[in-house]
């Protein structure tokens, strides 16, 4: 998936915070829920518009970036 397919920030939106494609739901919500320790399924079961593709595709994109800085 291309990232304007993922996630995009737009100032009109949550104040250009972050947010998963079609939805209002910030890309750090993912982040928080796997860092106290839920998985990708209850992120999703709560966050239902958000799909599990763009999930893994930002998941995968955060970690391409964390690598390429290292």
Excluded: N
């Amino acid at each position: 998936m291309e990232r304007h397919e993922v996630y995009h920030s737009d100032p009109e939106i949550m104040g250009g915070t972050p947010v998963f494609q079609g939805t209002r739901v910030p890309v750090q919500t993912l982040l928080d829920y796997l860092e106290g320790g839920e998985t990708l399924d209850e992120f999703l079961d709560g966050f239902p518009g958000v799909s599990r593709e763009q999930a893994v595709a930002f998941l995968e994109m955060a970690k391409d970036a964390l690598l390429d800085a290292a």
